[in-house]
């Protein structure tokens, strides 16, 4: 019943549709050895072959989404179509898989992605002139309660150099008759806080070492105080840390994954709305395929437009055309971008729905932007009032020096349209800037006309499309992995896997109308 039947060929068991022979085609004709190569060691067993342990890892992602690495282990060991990619070689441990991804993969990726997608692109003549765009949340590998929010810490640390304050000037009052002195300041730093302690110590002969401690023991008022500076100390040190890692661009941060940052998920896992660890994960899609991904510690979209468009330019030596994006991407400083890299502006911006659909909002009499402007280029209000300049100033955050005007009106006391126009006492002051409000007329013009509603709707058809399959078809819904640059490992991959399964299933359907 289990005899063996010779020849055995697993070629011929396996289905010619399958996907494993379009996968071996892309990879036979991609040279990757200069990506895998590493030196052989003089000592211990010899390396397993990193081309076979790239092969099945690959396969893997492409055919389940997101594989484990005991996975992995146990498909070498049980399916046939892995076995036939291992040729000759046993089956490696997860832990040879797992070294082979944090070694070899970590820092090759990108390149490795990049020459799957040259290959599957020249055979697909892929349009690199449209890129969809759009990104998702997706929930960190950390535990949900281990938050560290910065601006606590900062509060926290300020209410700890008041603390220090008042016991140096307690100090002062107990050290004047030595003729000692110590400064007080509004912000104390960790090195002379540690100093005066030391200090201290030495005014009143207190060893570290011999210090009574524990229930029962009586403590002196000096060692009292000492015990104090040292908690403020250690205080410090804790707050400077969690402030050190969120850095300047976050808010918080997990302490089971110190890159994963607390954004506001959709869903969490009990329905409710709370803020969860997770990372911003950002697709561009091509014909969809996916042909540029990044990974931001950040939840806002439109701070996310520039690197990813910079990334795409790295990789395919130009900036696409027509870059179309939701409304979460349209910003001033996006729009910008566009304009100062020859693309055309095809992204939404806030109102944008608003200004489409709402014909009296867009059509309100009283908005700053539908007044008429007079000869001296000054608004006047539907009363016939004319705004007088103020001034100029700077937009808050905005780095390329983006500046809006302020007008006030000359009179509205005696204007019949007070009540509509002007909701705040005295005379109206209006907020304009001119490069902004030309800046969305082009966008409404361009995604109103003909050619913007055919990209409207492929980017909810592909963009989105690459997210659904994603999480949904192949259910990752989670990263697994710790730390920025294994997450960057992570989605490298699963975005390999879900091109290469594209490009199968698109040869397939050509086969097939053959």
Request: glycine share 6%.
């Amino acid at each position: 019943m289990f005899q063996l039947k010779l020849p055995v060929e697993i070629s011929t068991i396996i289905e010619i549709s399958d996907p494993v022979y379009t996968f071996c085609e892309v990879m036979d004709c991609i040279d990757l050895r200069k990506y895998l190569a590493a030196p052989e060691s003089k000592t211990g067993r010899k390396r397993y072959n990193s081309e076979i342990l790239l092969k099945v890892t690959l396969f893997a992602f492409m055919e389940y989404g997101y594989a484990s690495v005991r996975a992995i282990e146990k498909l070498c060991k049980t399916d046939i179509r892995f076995m036939w990619l291992l040729q000759d070689e046993s089956a490696p441990s997860h832990m040879t898989i797992d070294n082979f991804m944090n070694e070899t993969l970590l820092g090759n990726i990108k390149d490795i992605f990049s020459e799957i997608n040259g290959y599957i692109f020249s055979k697909e003549k892929v349009d690199l002139e449209h890129i969809y765009i759009d990104g998702t949340k997706i929930v960190a590998n950390a535990n949900k309660n281990s938050w560290v929010w910065k601006k606590s810490c900062i509060r926290n640390r300020n209410k700890t150099f008041e603390k220090i304050t008042l016991l140096l000037q307690e100090i002062n009052e107990s050290i004047a008759c030595m003729g000692v002195k110590f400064g007080i300041r509004t912000e104390y730093a960790i090195e002379y806080i540690e100093q005066i302690t030391k200090q201290y110590a030495s005014l009143f002969n207190l060893c570290p070492e011999v210090l009574v401690r524990g229930r029962g023991h009586h403590k002196s008022a000096e060692q009292r105080i000492y015990d104090k500076l040292v908690e403020y100390t250690e205080k410090l040190k804790k707050y400077a840390h969690h402030i050190k890692v969120c850095g300047e661009d976050r808010n918080s941060y997990s302490k089971s994954d110190n890159d994963a940052t607390f954004m506001r998920m959709k869903k969490d896992y009990m329905g409710n709305d709370q803020l969860l660890p997770g990372y911003n994960i950002q697709l561009g899609v091509c014909d969809e395929y996916i042909s540029v991904f990044d990974v931001k510690q950040y939840a806002s979209d439109m701070d996310c437009f520039q690197p990813l468009m910079e990334k795409f330019n790295e990789t395919y030596g130009k900036y696409p055309k027509y870059p179309v994006a939701d409304a979460g991407y349209g910003s001033f400083n996006n729009y910008l971008y566009c304009e100062e890299h020859g693309m055309e502006k095809y992204m939404k911006f806030t109102m944008f729905k608003k200004e489409t659909e709402d014909k009296k909002y867009r059509d309100d009499p009283y908005r700053a932007v539908n007044f008429s402007i007079n000869e001296n280029g000054n608004p006047i209000c539907p009363n016939g009032k004319e705004f007088k300049y103020l001034y100029s100033r700077p937009v808050r955050g905005n780095k390329y020096g983006r500046t809006e005007e302020l007008y006030q009106c000359e009179d509205c006391a005696a204007c019949p349209h007070k009540e509509k126009c002007c909701k705040c006492e005295g005379n109206r002051i209006v907020r304009l800037n001119e490069e902004l409000t030309g800046f969305h007329k082009e966008v409404l013009g361009n995604l109103n006309s003909v050619h913007g509603a055919l990209l409207r709707m492929n980017r909810s058809i592909q963009a989105e499309g690459a997210f659904g399959a994603i999480k949904w078809n192949k259910a990752y819904q989670r990263i697994r992995r710790r730390g920025l640059k294994s997450v960057i490992l992570e989605i490298a991959m699963i975005s390999c896997g879900f091109n290469l399964h594209k490009y199968h299933l698109k040869s397939l359907a050509r086969q097939l109308a053959a």
